[in-house]
């Protein structure tokens, strides 16, 4: 069985701050690990992915995430928030053989003031 | 634009009765995905498609739930008699399938959002 927890339901941050997202993941398999953002009525867009190369994985908009194997974690960061980064981030992990559905967290809503 | 489409983005029946839902593919993306999100929650996994197949359904999806993809292209999701836990977003997403990668990515749509009063 594959499972994220999502550390913090909610961050807030002033624009400018550096961003840290927390994610420690569980699988019996070697995972993929994605970040995913929801903005308000919007759909699912990927951040970044993992899937077992280079354990620092650059994404879009300036984010990055770390994959530690020591610590199962999947931390998203980004060193200076933006206004418009404001959304419902969701990690999520995925695995095995066969067929690989996507398991997501719960959610960390960023909030970004000015 | 080429993304995921689905529709209608926004559905409200009442309890009891039938809805529909239409999803469009990125084209020749050859895998399909339902899954569903409720409030306060990270989506969760319906069904997938592999062209027409039906590869594999949640528990989620009870016998009121029906996915067809009947063409291997646009898929529909249909629910009957409607209950009020069934109001959620219900998203669609699709990708390529290549090997026994798990990372392929996936493309997720803007969902479609049913209320059931």
């Known amino acids: 069985a594959q499972s994220v927890t999502q550390l913090d339901s909610h961050v807030s941050v002033s624009e400018g701050t550096p961003v840290l997202l927390r994610c420690n993941y569980s699988s019996s398999y070697s995972p993929s690990l994605f970040w995913y953002v929801q903005h308000p009525n919007k759909g699912l867009q990927l951040l970044l992915k993992y899937t077992s190369a280079a354990t620092l994985v650059k994404g879009i908009n300036g984010f990055e995430a770390e994959f530690k194997k020591s610590e199962t974690s999947f931390h998203l960061t980004k060193p200076s928030a933006h206004m418009s980064d404001a959304a419902e981030y969701f990690c999520?992990?995925?695995?095995?053989?066969?067929?690989?559905?996507?398991?997501f967290g719960t959610g960390t809503r960023l909030l970004v003031s000015p | 634009d080429t993304g995921v489409s689905q529709d209608p983005r926004h559905k409200i029946t009442k309890r009891g009765q039938n809805v529909t839902f239409r999803c469009d593919p990125i084209?020749?993306?050859?895998?399909l995905y339902w899954y569903r999100q409720t409030l306060g929650q990270g989506p969760e996994f319906l069904t997938y498609f592999q062209n027409e197949a039906q590869l594999e359904k949640s528990r989620l999806l009870s016998d009121r739930f029906s996915a067809e993809r009947p063409k291997g292209s646009f898929s529909t999701l249909e629910i009957q008699r409607t209950e009020q836990g069934d109001s959620a977003m219900y998203l669609c997403?699709?990708?390529?399938?290549?090997?026994?990668?798990?990372?392929?990515?996936?493309?997720f749509g803007e969902g479609s959002w049913l209320t059931v009063v």
């Open positions: 997403a699709s990708s390529t399938h290549r090997g026994q990668s798990s990372g392929n990515t996936i493309y």
């Open positions: 999520v992990v995925s695995g095995g053989t066969g067929f690989q559905k996507l398991v």
């Open positions: 084209s020749e993306h050859n895998r």
